[in-house]
């Protein structure tokens, strides 16, 4: 995922599954900025198919950053 985002600076999906990912591995705070960024982008972006899921995710991210999960 980060040689996609690497190559496609604009890659919500990608952001959004690394994210997760990091999340998966205790790396709460990198996951959240991540999905941050992710949403940023989709919105800056008007990508209206991504904001939803980007919006989703950050939640559940930062639900699970709060319990130490």
Known sequence: M???IAREPAAVNAR???AK???????????I????KAL?????LQRADFI??????LSQLR????KGN
């Open 2 to 4: 980060r040689q996609v």
């Open 16 to 18: 959004l599954s690394l």
């Open 21 to 31: 990912s990091y999340c998966a591995d205790g790396r709460h705070e990198e996951a």
């Open 33 to 36: 900025a991540l999905a941050t």
């Open 40 to 44: 940023d982008l989709a919105q800056s």
């Open 52 to 57: 939803p899921e980007a919006r989703q995710v």
């Open 63 to 66: 639900a699970q950053a709060a």
